[in-house]
T-cell receptor, first 111, second 118 residues
Framework: KNEVEQSPQNLTAQEGEFITINCSYS?????LHWLQQHPGGGIVSLFM???GKKKHGRLIATINIQEKHSSLHITASHPRDSAVYIC?????????????FGKGTKLSVKP | DTGVSQDPRHKITKRGQNVTFRCDPI?????LYWYRQTLGQGPEFLTY????????KSRLLSDRFSAERPKGSFSTLEIQRTEQGDSAMYLC????????????????FGPGTRLTVL
């Protein structure tokens, strides 16, 4: 079983829909990252959080440390949001910095 | 622009050949990480540097792999006697690690080098 599990693996939405991507992890963490990867490979860090909630534009990330669960929400989705969204955790007490990644959720937003 | 460039962006090689990739951070970050991502999977940690010191290596990093960061800025990852299983995207990331008062810093990824071994 992977230490970081994401759901769904694939998600197709219509433009304007509210989108939720979930991430569950089985280890103690010091921080959780949400990353965006576009075709071609480049990865962009969207959020790093260790508690509560963060918001940036139409993106919202939440984390529940007790339940070991995080969600990434996209409001008013747009075709340019189409990408792979990856959850990654930094293990508490582990090497300072290396991340353990989920397999990603491939999002496709149709116009 | 994440402040990290990687070269080359794509590399096609024949099995058994040696390849070298380079990662250039634009700004100074004391930590530099190498990850490998195969098709349909999330990235996997390979190794990381604190300045010029290589502090940790994953068991994924076989003896055919070697990484250096000679001056604490750019880094190279070399794969000797490439195998078809080495075909993957190789990602470099930079960060500041743990910052007192701020906690763990985020990481900034380069565009990756896609390796295809024929």
């Amino acid at each position: 079983k992977n230490e970081v599990e994401q759901s769904p693996q694939n998600l197709t939405a219509q433009e304007g829909e509210f989108i939720t991507i979930n991430c569950s992890y089985s280890v103690g963490i010091s921080a959780l990252h949400w990353l965006q990867q576009h075709p071609g490979g480049g990865i962009v860090s969207l959020f790093m959080l260790s508690s509560g909630k963060k918001k940036h534009g139409r993106l919202i990330a939440t984390i529940n440390i007790q339940e070991k669960h995080s969600s990434l929400h996209i409001t008013a989705s747009h075709p340019r949001d189409s990408a792979v969204y990856i959850c990654a955790v930094m293990v508490y007490g582990g090497s300072q910095g290396n991340l353990i990644f989920g397999k990603g959720t491939k999002l496709s937003v149709k116009p | 622009d994440t402040g990290v460039s990687q070269d080359p962006r794509h590399k096609i090689t024949k099995r058994g050949q040696n390849v070298t990739f380079r990662c250039d951070p634009i700004s100074e970050h004391n930590r530099l990480y190498w990850y490998r991502q195969t098709l349909g999977q999330g990235p996997e940690f390979l190794t990381y540097f604190q300045n010029e010191a290589q502090l940790e290596k994953s068991r994924l990093l076989s003896d055919r792999f070697s990484a250096e960061r000679p001056k604490g800025s750019f880094s190279t990852l070399e794969i000797q006697r490439t195998e078809q299983g080495d075909s993957a995207m190789y990602l470099c990331a930079i960060g500041m690690g743990y910052l007192p008062g701020r906690g763990t810093d985020t990481q900034y990824f380069g565009p990756g080098t896609r390796l295809t071994v024929l």
